[in-house]
């Protein structure tokens, strides 16, 4: 069964830089994309950007595109998310999700269909 | 900036059916299909509808999708109480080159 497996939680200052990871298991790693959605406390899901493992293709959010990485390691099929810069606003619960597609009628369609457990990042002074 | 505009929260009794609304603009949901989750504080969100109007396996034939134009609806019918959860709507912005959420919906279930 498909599975990701994400890091555990962290804790870091205000300008430093934190790294997550998210293991894929139960399907062939660079056949599918790799977003990562973050939650702030009370607030809702917000996307952050995608990776192709397949081809280390990166598409960041515009919020983010300054401050984020995204990398991966096909020989492990891990996906990897680096936010450098931290703010106290950056305290989140961060997802990994596997970006199913198919195609149809002419068309691709995309949907996070597989999560993380979720990863979450304190940035406290 | 695009969003995806929800209402904050709705409710229904148990057996009611409720409709959770999505608004967009031309630059999403008119022209890009529109996907559903449900999300448990505390657990992964889970994909509910895909492509405006399909079910993956294992999610209850309860929960229906439909778009026309800039709008979008999740309806639930036959309301359970482990139906509380948040729903949020998402769709490709192609003005953005990226995925918006919209801002959720709390489903309580009175």
């Known amino acids: 069964q498909v599975q990701l497996v994400q890091s555990g939680p962290e804790v870091k200052k205000p300008g430093a830089s934190v790294k997550v990871s998210c293991k894929a298991s139960?399907?062939?790693?660079?056949?599918?994309?790799i977003s990562w959605v973050r939650q702030a406390p009370g607030q809702g899901l917000e996307w952050v950007g995608w990776t192709s493992p397949y081809n280390d293709n990166t598409n960041y959010a515009r919020e983010f595109q300054a401050r984020v990485t995204m990398t991966t390691d096909t020989s492990t099929s891990t996906a990897y998310m680096e936010l450098r810069s931290l703010r106290s606003d950056d305290t989140a619960i961060y997802f990994c999700?596997?970006?199913?597609?198919?195609?149809?009628?002419?068309?691709?369609?995309?949907?996070?269909?597989?999560w993380g457990q979720g990863t979450l990042v304190t940035v406290s002074s | 900036q695009s969003v995806l505009t929800q209402p904050p929260s709705a409710s229904g009794t148990p057996g009611q059916r409720v409709i959770i609304s999505c608004s967009g603009s031309?630059?999403?949901?008119?022209?890009?299909?529109v996907n559903w989750y449900q999300h448990l504080p505390g657990t992964a969100p889970k994909l509910l509808i895909y492509t405006n109007d399909r079910r993956p396996s294992g999610v209850p034939d309860r929960f229906s999708g439909s778009k026309s134009g800039t709008s979008a609806s999740l309806a639930i019918s036959g309301l359970q109480s482990e139906d509380e959860a948040d729903y949020y709507c998402t769709a490709w912005d192609h003005s953005l080159n990226g995925w918006l959420f919209g801002g959720g919906t709390k489903l309580t279930v009175l």
């Open positions: 139960g399907y062939t790693f660079t056949t599918y994309g």
């Open positions: 999700a596997r970006e199913g597609s198919y195609y149809e009628d002419g068309g691709y369609y995309y949907s996070f269909d597989y």
């Open positions: 031309s630059s999403n949901i008119e022209i890009s299909s």
